[in-house]
């Protein structure tokens, strides 16, 4: 009776892993500082920790911050930033870029990247 009380808490189990999966998300924010991400795409799901100026923000995950920059050519993004608020659920995709040396942010660890 007890092992098959074991078995069936461990099929459970297992079966909650699988369904929290998040299928959408392609990466962790933790995951961006693999150099060989650099110049690829990337796909993060998180909250949007701050935004300024309508083409600049930073998601936040359970694994970390990263900035993303949206570029003046995608008005309607801007749009939709300028009026999301701080703690809502963001997706962003795009382009992982090392950021120009005047720009990095020393007080993220990931202040040297960015996604555009």
Do not use: A
Not at 76 to 85: A, D, M, S, V
């Amino acid at each position: 009776m007890f092992s098959q009380l074991i078995k069936r808490f461990s099929c459970n189990l297992r079966q909650r892993q699988f369904s929290t999966k998040f299928s959408y998300r392609k990466n962790l924010v933790n995951e961006l500082s693999n150099k060989s991400l650099i110049d690829r795409e990337v796909s993060l799901h998180g909250w949007l920790q701050h935004s300024r100026l309508n083409s600049f923000g930073v998601l936040r995950d359970h694994s970390g911050l990263v900035q993303f920059i949206l570029p003046p050519s995608m008005k309607q993004q801007r749009q939709i930033l300028k009026t999301t608020p701080v703690e809502s659920c963001i997706h962003i995709k795009g382009i992982l870029k090392q950021r120009p040396e005047r720009d990095i942010n020393k007080e993220m660890n990931l202040g040297h990247l960015e996604v555009n």
